[in-house]
T-cell receptor, first 116, second 115 residues
């Protein structure tokens, strides 16, 4: 079975400071990982994804994440955050439906609050 | 190109009432999904569809029904609403199930309150 744990429910940070949002996963199948962002009163949108290849994945808006197989982690980082990065961030892992179709299993989310 | 749209945006129901949430996508995607989002629980899959005319249960299907009569539309029905169904509902779609292109596109959500 697959599952995702986001270790922090809320992360407050000052503008222009670095930030790391932590995600750990478990998976019994090949690992594919995703980060989605949800801005206030909006739906989710994809930030970045890891399917294979380089373990350092770059996404939109200056975010990046590193896949660490030995630590079963996929932490999201940004070296300098802006007020506009205030949002909820969801880590997700690929799962499988019974018929073999792919699906996403989401973590509980981390609320990033950027303060001036 | 509107992407994924949801109707309505907000709704208040009394216990026992019924309603249908409509999701529409204009990207010709095969797969569509309905999630509910509750504080501290992330997104949980209610039902999904891998093509026109097909539907299947997700993690939390009880109390909901779905239909996908047209490829672009995915309807979520609540036959007899309960306060436990107070939530934000998101519809999503993906082009297909292949990993190389796997990305889900989300609608803006429907905030439902059941009193």
């Amino acid at each position: 079975a697959q599952s995702v744990t986001q270790l922090d429910s809320q992360v407050p940070v000052f503008e222009e400071a670095p930030v790391e949002l932590r995600c750990n996963y478990s998976s019994s199948v090949s690992v594919y990982l995703f980060w989605y962002v949800q801005y206030p009163n909006q739906g989710l949108q994809l930030l970045l994804k890891y399917l294979s290849g380089s373990t350092l994945v770059k996404g939109i808006n200056g975010f990046e994440a590193e896949f660490n197989k030995s630590q079963t982690s996929f932490h999201l980082r940004k070296p300098s955050v802006h007020i506009s990065d205030t949002a909820e961030y969801f880590c997700a892992v690929r799962g499988r439906f019974g018929g073999g179709y792919n699906k996403l299993i989401f973590g509980a989310g981390t609320r990033l609050a950027v303060h001036p | 190109n509107a992407g994924v749209t949801q109707t309505p945006k907000f709704r208040v129901l009394k216990t026992g009432q019924s309603m249908t949430l409509l999701c529409a996508q204009d990207m010709n995607h095969e797969y569509m999904y309905w999630y509910r989002q509750d504080p501290g629980m992330g997104l949980r899959l209610i039902h999904y569809s891998v093509g026109e005319g097909t539907t299947a249960k997700g993690e939390v299907p009880d109390g909901y029904n779905v239909s996908r009569l047209k490829k672009q539309n995915f309807l979520l029905g609540l036959e007899s609403a309960a306060p436990s169904q107070t939530s934000v509902y998101f519809c999503a779609s993906s082009r297909d199930g292949s990993l190389s292109s796997y990305e889900q596109y989300f609608g803006p959500g429907t905030r439902l309150t059941v009193t």
